[in-house]
């Protein structure tokens, strides 16, 4: 079969894509786009950095305005004799529940109470010698309006955070934390940002200028944060320690042969014996390791007297040492036990390696 004559038509010319570029005009546009980025990465960080500012700016005007209304807040959630009630709606609410939060956490008895439950019941948790704190930016939050009759008919003292003295929030309340009109760090001046910084700082500053005042320490914190980080850190040796049947107590006339038995049979199965006088007073202690350096040296008799061949003048620590100190001296020290003695010298109890790693110290 004959084959069609080829077409002399010219075939048309192919043309680049809006937006694409031939190689040349691409490698030649490349810096030109770098260049782009940058700037616009450096925009960017400016502006975080401007919100940061501004926020920093929000807060540290109001501490131009703390005085006499600050102390009389102070005074009531000081001496207050039922429990502080923080609300509030929205982002001031999520502020709310983080203040209440941290004064529960300080040992001040609270609760949040959300406005909009509030009229469907949760009123109930509000009762006599109970204090306010209600946080509204506008002071015209219409579920918190609500609630000021209520709080009047119940005799429950109001203090209010807000932007706004003139608001109708203010007006209702007996005390007022004014944090002044904020311009808000956002685009679009409307997100709640530097407003809600400056009500966050005024209430870290009410809750640490009450606990600066009350008497509050240390354990009394660590009552209330036992788990974490936190209750590690503060956690004391007497409540990790093993005592009663699970302290291995042996004497200083016992046998060798009574001291692994002491070892073996001891609740928890320490890996030491205490070695103690007749008074139960410290003499020595005596471990795994002792039994091992004892066989490889070929010590076979077992009925010699533990105090010939016990560690003498051992390491010590007392109840009330920190956890984390005596993890760092077991570190220091690299022994998996230490005895804990009293006062007087008395073998109290053993700290063992294993009660740090279940409590998570190593």
């Known amino acids: 079969m004959a084959r069609a004559p080829r077409s002399t038509a010219k075939k048309p010319r192919l043309r680049a894509l809006p937006g694409r570029a031939s190689a040349t005009s691409a490698a030649a546009s490349a810096p030109a786009r770098t260049r782009a980025r940058d700037d616009d990465a450096e925009a960017t960080l400016a502006y975080a950095r401007g919100v940061l500012e501004a926020e920093a700016r929000a807060i540290l005007g109001v501490t131009e305005r703390l005085g006499d209304a600050f102390l009389h807040a102070l005074h009531l959630v000081r001496e207050c004799t039922g429990q502080v009630v923080v609300t509030g709606m929205g982002k001031a609410g999520h502020i709310g529940q983080k203040l209440s939060s941290t004064l529960a956490s300080t040992g001040v008895r609270s609760v949040f109470l959300h406005p909009a439950e509030a009229v469907h019941g949760d009123l109930g948790r509000v009762g006599q ?30 203090v209010a955070l807000t932007g706004d003295a003139e ?28 407003s809600t910084a400056a009500l966050h700082a005024v209430g870290d500053a009410l809750a640490m200028t009450l606990l600066r005042s009350r008497p509050f320490g240390r354990d009394d914190y660590a009552l209330l944060h036992p788990g974490g980080k936190l209750g590690r850190s503060v956690l004391r040796v007497f409540e990790l320690m093993r005592t009663g049947r699970a302290n291995p107590l042996v004497l200083d006339t016992a046998r060798l042969s009574q001291a692994v038995v002491v070892m073996t049979n001891t609740p928890g199965r320490p890996g030491a014996a205490c070695v103690v006088d007749k008074d139960g007073m410290l003499e020595g202690i005596f471990t795994d390791g002792d039994l091992r350096r004892l066989v490889e040296k070929g010590h076979q008799d077992f009925e010699v007297p533990v105090r010939q061949v016990m560690g003498k003048r051992p390491r010590c620590i007392t109840p009330e040492t920190l ?5 760092a001296q077991m ?8 005895p804990v003695v009293d006062v007087e010298g008395r073998a109290v109890g053993l700290l063992d390696v294993q009660d740090l790693l279940a409590a998570k110290f190593f």
């Open 167 to 194: 608001s109708a929030l203010a007006k209702g309340a007996d005390v007022v934390l004014d944090i002044g009109r904020i311009e808000e760090a956002c685009p679009l001046g409307l997100v709640p940002t530097a």
């Open 323 to 327: 956890v984390l100190t005596a993890a």
């Open 129 to 158: 010698g109970d204090v306010i704190l209600a946080l509204s930016n506008s002071g015209s939050t219409e579920e918190l309006l609500r609630l000021l009759p209520l709080f009047k008919r119940m005799g429950t003292p109001v």
């Open 331 to 338: 570190r220091e020290l690299k022994v998996d036990q230490l």
